[in-house]
Nanobody, 127 residues
Framework: QVQLVESGGGLVQAGGSLRLSCAAS????????VGWFRQAPGKARAFVAV????????YYADSVKGRFTISRDNAKNTVYLQMNSLSPEDTAAYYC????????????????????WGQGTQVTVSS
């Protein structure tokens, strides 16, 4: 079992930055592909970014490409999401999730298949 806890959300003005953290316990995060997802009110949960188990591959939703960066600190067993140039459209609850993969370089953008989820952290961007 992997327990995931997100933090770092908050209220920020448009154009600002936030860094979200996803701290894991119970298992080593480098044994999993880790993704970030977000869910705005009344909308389905949507893919944001993912890092493969190896850490060598990352993939981003088109809407955040060039603005968001996913990274991992193995020593802290934590995955981060650096979010820059935020806009009101980025307002949502953000969730990290982990899943096992056959290949160390595999990554997945679908919500289905992620086994472990954090409780979420709210990001609100004001205009």
């Amino acid at each position: 079992q992997v327990q995931l806890v997100e933090s770092g959300g908050g209220l920020v003005q448009a154009g600002g930055s936030l860094r979200l953290s996803c701290a894991a316990s119970g298992r080593t995060l480098s044994n999993y592909a880790v993704g970030w997802f977000r869910q705005a009110p009344g909308k389905a949960r949507a893919f944001v970014a993912v890092m493969s188990r190896s850490g060598a591959r990352t993939y981003y939703a088109d809407s955040v490409k060039g603005r968001f960066t996913i990274s991992r600190d193995n020593a802290k067993n934590t995955v981060y999401l650096q979010m820059n140039s935020l806009s009101p459209e980025d307002t949502a609850a953000y969730y990290c999730a982990a899943r096992r993969t056959g290949s160390s370089d595999s990554y997945f953008s679908l919500v289905l298949g992620y086994e472990y989820w954090g409780q979420g952290t709210q990001v609100t961007v004001s205009s």
